[in-house]
């Protein structure tokens, strides 16, 4: 268990639908990243917020938007949900860049989202 | 564009095996480099490298970066069906992209009783 929780676990929607993930870090983790899995593109990172401000951004979609609340804790906004949509999305996190294991970052156990 | 490509994409092996996991790198200002094992669903984190030449080691497996290359190996020695999983390589970047991870296509490792 890496201390990183995710919910929901699974998720079963339409195309054209809006979705939320959430995802609470690891206890003293500034930093919250969002990845995305799927079959044909492996891990892909979509967007980082440390702190409560966007940090780092990858390939996310202008369909998706991410915010992180002033609890540390972290959404993830899919909205008119496609079915190349479908994957698992996971979130990390990792400690300050000034506290010991600062670069490692740990997942949680995902969400697995079912576009239909 | 950052770049992560690992080999081999798959290897079956036998309990007691020894194997090598490949992992090469295109980054610009390169902060580190990371192994990860992701068996049902999220990836554990196993060794994260920042220096050139030095190993680290956990039980059976053991990992070692070349920055002049550009690649890191992964050892597993004497292994166990326990160590069949997808290995992922992964690679932190500064610059602007500093905290975002970029993954090779990993390995997907089978131990054969």
């Known amino acids: 268990d890496s201390g990183v929780t995710q919910t929901p676990k699974h998720l079963i929607t339409a195309t054209g639908q809006r979705v939320t993930l959430r995802c609470s870090p690891r206890?003293?983790?500034?930093?919250v990243y969002w990845y995305q899995q799927s079959l044909d593109q492996g891990l892909q990172f979509l967007i980082q917020?440390?702190?409560?401000?966007?940090?780092a951004k990858g390939n996310i979609l202008e369909r998706f938007s991410a915010q992180q609340f002033p609890d540390l804790h972290s959404e993830l906004n899919l909205s008119s949900l496609e079915l190349g949509d479908s994957a698992l999305y996971f979130c990390a996190s990792s400690p300050s860049a000034r506290l010991a294991g600062r670069g490692r970052q740990f997942f949680g156990p995902g969400t697995r989202l079912t576009v239909l | 564009e950052d770049k992560v490509v690992q080999s081999p994409l798959s290897l079956v092996v036998h309990e007691g095996d020894t194997v090598t996991l490949n992992c090469s790198y295109e980054?610009?200002?390169?902060?580190?480099l990371l192994w990860y094992k992701q068996e049902k669903k999220a990836p554990t984190f196993l060794f994260m490298l920042?220096?050139?030449?030095i190993e680290k080691k956990s039980g059976r497996l053991s990992s070692i970066l070349d920055k002049k290359e550009l690649f890191s190996i992964l050892n597993i020695t004497a292994t166990q069906t326990g160590d069949s999983a997808i290995y992922l390589c992964a690679v932190n970047a500064g610059g602007t992209s500093y905290g975002k991870l970029t993954f090779g296509q990993g390995t997907i490792l089978t131990v054969h009783p």
């Open positions: 917020y440390y702190n409560g401000e966007e940090r």
């Open positions: 980054v610009t200002n390169f902060r580190s």
């Open positions: 920042t220096s050139s030449g």
């Open positions: 206890s003293g983790d500034l930093s």
